[in-house]
């Protein structure tokens, strides 16, 4: 069990995002937002499993982490 934010983002709004504010990724723009939900509401997770098919793109902040799930398309936050 590790503890998960409760928003996700899809790739199709990461990708919306990367456009809109001209970033260079996805991964860019999932960091990008996330850093702005996650500094809003910081105590918004609970505790799950973490995705099997996911892999590691950056740090948010100190303590939480963000993944990609490439098996169902989308962007979770981990808290550590």
Known sequence: MVK????ILEDNKA????EDVGM???ND?????FRSIIECDPDNWNEDEKPTFSEFVGVIYG?????HDYGAGYYFAIKN
């Open 15 to 18: 990708f919306e995002i990367m």
């Open 4 to 7: 998960l934010y409760d928003t």
């Open 24 to 26: 260079d990724s996805e």
């Open 29 to 33: 723009a999932a960091m990008y937002y």
């Open 63 to 67: 303590d939480w982490e963000l993944y």
